[in-house]
């Protein structure tokens, strides 16, 4: 039985452990940098708090990195150099360079890595993919996506209102898109950004994403952290020229396919396969167990280290683009 440490006891870790509690392994504990904070986490989820990531190392198989992003790459560095498999947060890193040394640290020493970009394993989103991949809804086109929420913590100071350790709401939350986009479009050529990063708005930030594939879809990706408190919604759009798909959380039916037929058109609703209350319909739980499942069976995990990479890479250039108010080529793109 694998034994688990989590980096981080916030929201992030928290959810970790209640889905690492559901499978066959053993949660070693918690370390964070407020010691206070791991020894609750150990207390309500099991395990024990370790004063050091040097202990924790020393006694689990398998490291868990849900600590702020800044932090991700010196966490995944020590556990590669100490031949742990790892699973970490998206994003993956702050910065290209980081997310380049970790892809290449876990290589070289033979460990296996895992960016949790855990949208993929949303069933609606899973088998939006499915229903794309059939061909039925013949070449596709355009890809449009939707994330939005509150602005977090407003009026206080921390990672996620830091831009230059968050990234702001592309690289902490458009990034889910961007990731999926590319998942089912193929590798990104250039994207155009439009937004209030760089703007004097307080308390809000908002971008609209125009992406050029390689294959020549297209994709309009918007992400909102402007949306009052308590709300947040999702929507997902993807044509091709035999038909449409449409998620939208907003929506009592999950996924809806709009057909071409040879003299009318078919609307149906496509059914998600389990129950939404059912455990395993979790996506987190559903992440989390592919992950293990691909550690004990050595098959390839569903996003890969290269995956993880290439997100952050378009979420930069997205970045970039919404900084000098051009275009910019993702498949040439270096971060300053």
């Given amino acids: 039985?694998?034994?688990?440490?989590?980096?981080?006891?916030?929201?992030?870790?928290?959810?970790?452990?209640?889905?690492?509690?559901?499978?066959?392994?053993?949660?070693?504990?918690?370390?964070?940098?407020t010691p206070e904070r791991a020894q609750a986490a150990a207390q309500?989820?099991?395990?024990?708090?370790?004063?050091?990531?040097?202990?924790?190392?020393?006694?689990?198989?398998?490291?868990?990195v849900c600590a702020p992003p800044p932090a991700h790459k010196d966490l995944v560095l020590a556990a590669a150099a100490v031949g742990k498999d790892v699973i970490c947060e998206k994003p993956m890193a702050r910065h290209l360079c980081d997310a380049e040394?970790?892809?290449?640290?876990?290589?070289?020493?033979?460990?296996?890595?895992?960016?949790?970009?855990?949208?993929?394993?949303?069933?609606?989103?899973?088998?939006?993919?499915?229903v794309l991949d059939s061909g039925q809804?013949?070449?596709?086109?355009?890809?449009?996506t939707v994330r939005g929420g509150n602005f977090p913590a407003p009026g206080t100071r921390n990672w996620y209102t830091d831009f230059e350790q968050g990234?702001?709401?592309?690289?902490?939350?458009?990034?889910?898109?961007?990731?999926?986009?590319?998942?089912?479009?193929?590798?990104?050529?250039?994207?155009?950004?439009?937004?209030?990063t760089f703007s004097d708005v307080r308390d809000a930030d908002h971008v609209l994403l125009t992406v050029r594939f390689q294959n020549g879809a297209i994709g309009h990706l918007?992400?909102?952290?402007?949306?009052?408190?308590?709300?947040?919604?999702?929507?997902?759009?993807?044509?091709g020229d035999e038909g449409l798909l449409e998620v939208d959380s907003l929506d009592t039916l999950p996924l809806?396919?709009?057909?071409?037929?040879?003299?009318?058109?078919?609307?149906?609703?496509?059914?998600?396969p389990e129950s939404p209350m059912h455990p395993t319909d979790d996506p987190y739980y559903r992440e989390i167990a592919h992950f293990l499942a691909g550690l004990e069976s050595g098959d390839?995990?569903?996003?890969?280290?290269?995956?993880?990479?290439?997100?952050?890479?378009?979420?930069?250039?997205a970045i970039e683009s919404l900084r000098t108010g051009r275009p910019v080529d993702v498949t040439t793109f270096k971060e300053a």
């Fill in 137 to 144: 809804l013949g070449r596709p086109g355009v890809i449009r």
């Fill in 101 to 130: 040394e970790m892809v290449a640290a876990c290589e070289t020493a033979g460990v296996r890595l895992f960016v949790a970009h855990v949208v993929r394993f949303f069933p609606e989103y899973a088998r939006a993919k499915e």
């Fill in 167 to 196: 990234g702001g709401v592309i690289m902490d939350m458009l990034i889910h898109d961007i990731d999926y986009a590319r998942w089912c479009f193929s590798d990104v050529a250039r994207v155009f950004a439009r937004g209030l």
């Fill in 222 to 239: 918007e992400g909102s952290w402007a949306y009052p408190p308590g709300n947040f919604r999702t929507r997902l759009e993807i044509a």
């Fill in 44 to 64: 309500r989820y099991g395990g024990r708090a370790f004063p050091s990531l040097e202990l924790l190392l020393a006694e689990v198989d398998v490291v868990d």
């Fill in 1 to 33: 039985m694998r034994r688990v440490g989590i980096i981080g006891a916030g929201l992030t870790g928290g959810m970790h452990a209640e889905r690492w509690a559901q499978l066959p392994v053993e949660l070693a504990g918690f370390c964070t940098r």
């Fill in 256 to 272: 809806s396919v709009t057909l071409k037929q040879e003299e009318t058109t078919l609307a149906a609703g496509v059914p998600v």
């Fill in 300 to 317: 390839d995990f569903l996003v890969s280290p290269r995956d993880g990479l290439e997100a952050v890479r378009i979420a930069l250039a």
